[in-house]
């Protein structure tokens, strides 16, 4: 079973859709929790994190973790072309310089 | 804001050539990492650096690779004697905490 699990997609919505954006992953381990945004051939974006279980909202994107399902979500509202790239989540633990496992990333189109 | 700087961009060696990858981190942070993403495959941690030391390593991180920081605002990548599987995209990370990670745009080293 590999760490992270993330469904590459790709995801095609119209714009001013909400979109939802998932993971699950199997080490008990991790307590930080990534969400980061790449376009083609850019280095990853970071957009929110979050400790442990619970929800964090910023503007039009909402992050969830869900440690006893080991299962989080990144939800963007009113969905715009700009948004359109890889999104790319990831994970640490408890390691001195916490170390980030990501995700395989979910490509997003939002049609204008 | 300040941000990641990575040079050079794009970088072409042949096969047994040494390089040297190199990264502006952000002024303030004190955790500094590399990490590698070969075409169309996950974003792989390789190496965090903290206190002027190496804090973790993963396996990909053998002997024929190395990080230095030579002075205060530059952190190095050194691959001995490259390999054709070495081609790949490396991010510079750079955090004040550990667990906010931010990436610079990355070097495509492509190995010939």
């Known amino acids: 079973q590999k760490e992270v699990e993330q469904d590459p997609g790709p995801l095609s919505v119209p714009e001013g859709a909400i979109v939802s954006l998932n993971c699950t992953y199997s080490n008990s381990a991790f307590q930080y929790f990534m969400w980061y945004r790449q376009y083609s051939r850019k280095g990853p974006e970071l957009l929110m994190y979050t400790y442990s279980s619970g929800n964090k909202e910023d503007g039009r994107f909402t992050a969830q973790v869900d440690k006893s399902s080991k299962y989080i979500s990144l939800f963007i509202r009113d969905s715009q072309p700009s948004d359109s790239a890889t999104y790319l989540c990831a994970m640490s633990g408890t390691g001195s310089a916490r170390q980030l496992t990501f995700g395989s990333g979910t490509q997003l189109t939002v049609l204008p | 804001e300040p941000e990641v700087t990575q040079t050079p961009s794009h970088q072409v060696t042949q096969m047994g050539q040494e390089v040297i990858l190199r990264c502006v981190p952000i002024s303030n942070h004190l955790y500094f990492y590399w990490y590698r993403q070969i075409l169309g495959q996950k974003v792989e941690f390789l190496v965090s650096?903290?206190?002027?030391?190496?804090?973790?390593k993963s396996e990909i991180f053998d002997d024929q690779f190395s990080v230095e920081r030579p002075d205060g605002s530059n952190f190095t990548l050194k691959i001995r004697s490259t390999k054709l599987e070495d081609s790949a995209m490396y991010f510079c990370?750079?955090?004040?905490?550990?667990?906010?990670?931010?990436f610079g745009p990355g070097t495509r080293l492509t190995v010939t």
């Open positions: 990370a750079s955090s004040a905490n550990s667990y906010e990670q931010y």
């Open positions: 650096f903290y206190n002027n030391e190496i804090s973790e």
